[in-house]
């Protein structure tokens, strides 16, 4: 693995114990600048790896807890009347920041969900008419308990695409499950992890990503995987040509991770899971294993470039 990423991967694995697969595709989707969503039951560290990332990158951090009774206003800002001017002042809301971390998103409203819909394509805001851009480096690390809880309004379709990957950290082994009790007992593993990165780092590191070579054989290959999943009589909403986009941008990391200026098949393949598992909606109820099942189906029927 390229030094950097090591070292930013080793960081995150001293707070998320036992979870290197993980930690490792968190890295690849931000060196990817995508957005991330992290779905899991209650207790696994989701909330901890947001943070721990935003500390070990020495970015701005801004947390959210989405609730029912939260607004639009309250994510985006707007504009806030001021009695002593009699004017109108537009503020800010804590979407201006790098590394936003959207909390059990699916408990809020539809309708203050999709009040990131603006800000996580077009990386802007409008407010008050006018369009204020969002910092360079911006990643929404949003984190949702499984749809079967009670209290939660599922995501609809349009806000899923927006997330790059969907991360799920599952219950740690036995053995991991001891060490994390013994490392919580002098202080929290949080409030040691120091800044390895900056956010400059991140942002060149991002453009040298975006310059890893696809030999047009594998671009070919994206298309075929994602226009196989219009074609399975197992799909509900098939995926859409921004699937492929983000399987294309998420192979460009596995291979700078990897110390390769080129893409290769196995990078594909390891990128079509989390960036379609959460894209593919299937027919049948069984939801996500379902659609890890199908996905697989697609990965072996079609030809691997030679």
Not at 219 to 247: C, D, F
Request: net charge negative; charged share 20%; glycine share 6%.
């Amino acid at each position: 693995m390229k030094s950097e990423a090591k070292i930013l991967c080793d960081a995150l694995s001293c707070v998320i114990l036992g979870k290197p697969e993980q930690v490792e595709l968190l890295v690849a989707a931000l060196f990817a600048n995508g957005h991330i969503l992290i779905e899991d039951v209650p207790g696994t560290g989701k909330t901890t790896l947001a943070k721990a990332l935003a500390t070990a990158i020495g970015a701005d951090f801004k947390r959210i807890q989405f609730t029912p009774d939260l607004m639009p206003a309250d994510v985006t800002g707007g504009a806030i009347y001021q009695p002593a001017t009699g004017q109108f002042v537009v503020h800010q809301g804590p979407v201006f920041t790098n590394i936003l971390l959207a909390d059990e998103i699916n408990r809020a409203s539809p309708r203050t969900q999709s009040s990131l819909l603006e800000a996580m394509e077009e990386r802007q805001v409008t407010l008050d008419g006018h369009a204020r851009p969002l910092p360079e480096l911006f990643i929404v690390l949003a984190t949702q308990n499984p749809v079967e809880f009670h209290g939660v309004f599922p995501l609809p379709e349009a806000q899923m695409d927006r997330f790059l990957i969907r991360l799920e950290i599952g219950y740690p082994d036995l053995v991991t499950e001891q060490k994390i009790l013994y490392a919580h007992q002098a202080a929290q593993p949080l409030s040691l992890l120091q800044t390895v990165m900056t956010v400059e780092q991140v942002l060149q590191i991002q453009g040298e990503v975006r310059g890893v070579f696809v030999e047009p054989s594998l671009g070919e290959y994206i298309v075929q995987l994602v226009q196989e999943t219009r074609k399975h009589v197992g799909i509900r909403l098939p995926a859409s040509p921004r699937a492929g986009m983000v399987i294309f941008r998420l192979a460009q990391a596995f291979a700078w991770m990897d110390s390769r200026n080129f893409v290769r098949p196995e990078d594909i393949q390891r990128a079509l899971i989390p960036s379609l598992g959460h894209r593919v909606f299937p027919r049948d109820s069984r939801g996500i294993e379902s659609c890890r099942v199908i996905l697989e189906d697609i990965r072996l029927s079609v030809a691997i470039p030679k």
